[in-house]
């Protein structure tokens, strides 16, 4: 009998185990979402600087301009950082994180995504 009752059964526990998912995967008030939109922009890179596509960068609003540094050496320059970018590193102390996305090697550029 404990057989017969388990594969009966076993159709109503996968059921559940959909009604949860789809509980888990349903928005309500409580949820909360990521608040931190990526802004990418261009930057020239600095000298015979060698930068990889994920490494992280932190970027410092200097004279109104961005600069993307490695520890202590500069790596990037940002040329024309839009307005909006900049008063938004400058509102949070001056420094952000940033991600290298893109690299162009032969115009010695890489697209940095700020959050």
Do not use: Y
């Not at 909360?32 to 930057?43: H, I, M, N, W, Y």
């Not at 993307?68 to 790596?75: L, P, Q, T």
């Amino acid at each position: 009998m404990g057989a017969e009752f388990i594969e009966k059964a076993t159709p109503g526990f996968r059921k559940s185990w959909d009604r949860a998912r789809t509980a888990l995967a349903t928005a309500d008030l409580f949820t909360r979402a990521p608040d931190c939109a990526a802004r990418t922009a261009a930057a020239d890179i600095i000298g015979n600087t060698r930068l990889s596509v994920g490494d992280q960068l932190t970027v410092e609003a200097q004279g109104g301009t961005l600069i993307a540094r490695r520890g202590h050496s500069d790596v990037a320059r940002f040329t024309s950082p839009s307005p909006d970018l900049v008063r938004a590193v400058e509102s949070s102390c001056g420094i952000a994180k940033g991600t290298v996305a893109q690299i162009h090697s032969l115009a010695g550029v890489a697209e940095i995504s700020l959050c």
